[in-house]
């Protein structure tokens, strides 16, 4: 009698919102891949706010047909615990051994819906729950007091029901086990974001027609930031540096979002609002990526710049550091600081006079610009291709199934 097959590992993946961003990606090419090397998956999103980009159709795209649960996009608040009814009623439907969210909201009404299946409904049968901070809300979000209580939640939710805890980077996982005392050290996992750098060949011609439809002329050095409107990406940093930089380059930004009008009020002649666009002819385009926020996980739009062969400048925070490695100078220049580090150049967060310096130094640095590039091109290639980020995650799954069952 031939033995039976194995029974997959059945994977239930939880996020908030499929809005356009490196987690929404990351979470369809995990769904999309898994089922291949002997996974059931599921996953679960809530609805696109309006003023946000929905990436339903990139999901769909890639054969994944999500399950959505309206509420689980707000904000936490009392009306949640619906939120957390359903999720509980599907996990003892699907009957997960892994229970994997992603984002704040749904890392916490997944996992205190988990609380109920883990030890109420599925008592004799291990199910373990694995959380992703793809960035973090414990600073430049929110006011004192709504941060205090979502730290308070991520400190119990990491002690009562998390089993490992994924960071992207070591910066961002000095932040959070360290700064912020979320987790104990050996429930900390650094697995590196992963993107389809087969998604990033560019048509060619593409960024020549894009610009042309913007009105850029072909001799013109174009500064470019992709990205959601949003304040935590602190679009007005950018702004205030392409007033000062004036005529030495034409700064677009890519990108929508609620914050978009006010936005165009403060906006200097030289910067040009050009929407959505294909990413592909969004990085042959530009000369050089600039990325302005607050608070950053890993960058999916740094990598995808750098991927393409463009130099890229950013403010110093997250993950970002991790993925422009280690400074090898720091420049002075008439009171303003920057770093060039091995693959792009920093400035402190909100630094309007280093960001400008830096980028001041990268416009007429063509030897810089060449070196930075290739330099991070190399990096992406090596580091960051969605086959690692598969192939790290199927490992972890599997260390965590044998473990349960062992």
């Known amino acids: 009698m031939m033995p039976a097959p194995p029974q997959p590992i059945r994977v239930l993946r939880l996020i908030a919102r499929l809005n356009v961003g490196g987690p929404a990606r990351h979470v369809v090419w995990l769904s999309e891949a898994l089922p291949a090397h002997g996974f059931e998956t ?55 051994d892994i229970v994997h969210t992603h984002t704040a909201k749904a890392g916490a009404v997944g996992r ?16 373990s729950f694995v959380h992703t ?90 500064v470019g930031i992709a990205g959601r409107l949003t ?29 978009r009008a006010a936005l165009e009020q403060r906006a200097a002649g030289n910067v040009v609002f050009a929407g959505t666009r294909p990413a592909t002819a969004i990085y042959d385009s530009l000369d050089i990526a600039a990325l302005t926020s607050r608070n950053e996980g890993t960058p999916l739009a740094l990598i995808e710049a750098m991927a393409c062969g463009r130099p890229v400048i950013s403010t110093a925070v997250g993950g970002v550091v991790d993925l422009l490695g280690d400074v090898e100078k720091r420049v002075s220049d008439n009171g303003a600081t920057f770093e060039i580090r091995e693959r792009g150049i920093t400035a402190a967060s909100g630094d309007e006079l280093g960001f400008a310096a830096g980028l001041a130094r990268l416009l007429r ?29 199927i490992r972890l799954y599997r260390g965590l199934a044998a473990a349960d069952h062992a």
């Not at 980009?53 to 890639?62: G, K, L, P, T």
């Not at 990096?379 to 690692?388: G, I, L, Q």
């Open 42 to 96: 599921l996953l679960v999103t809530g609805t696109v706010p309006a003023g946000e980009e929905d990436m339903s159709a990139f999901a769909a795209a890639h054969g994944v047909t999500p399950v959505v649960i309206p509420s689980m996009s707000r904000e936490l608040s009392p009306r949640d615990l619906s939120t957390i009814w359903q999720l509980w009623r599907l996990m003892v439907r699907f009957r997960p």
């Open 112 to 127: 205190i819906a988990g609380l109920l299946y883990r030890f109420v409904s599925r008592p004799s049968q291990q199910c």
């Open 133 to 222: 901070y793809h960035g973090h809300v414990f600073h430049s979000y929110y006011g004192s007091w709504k941060t205090h209580l979502f730290l308070t939640i991520e400190r119990m939710l990491a002690r009562l029901n998390t089993d490992r805890i994924i960071v992207l980077g070591e910066q961002q996982l000095r932040e959070i086990r360290d700064t912020f005392r979320v987790g104990r050290p050996d429930q900390f996992v650094v697995l590196p974001l992963g993107i389809d750098l087969g998604e990033l060949d560019a048509e060619p011609g593409s960024g020549d027609v894009l610009r042309a439809q913007l009105g850029i002329e072909a001799s013109e050095t174009v």
């Open 231 to 259: 304040a935590i990406k602190n679009h007005d940093l950018f702004l205030r540096v392409a007033a000062r930089l004036g005529n030495a380059a034409r700064f677009v930004i890519y990108g929508d979002g609620g914050g």
């Open 365 to 393: 640095d063509e030897a810089l610009r060449n070196l930075l590039a290739e330099r991070g091109k190399a990096y992406v290639h090596n580091a960051h291709s969605k086959e690692r980020l598969v192939a790290d995650m």
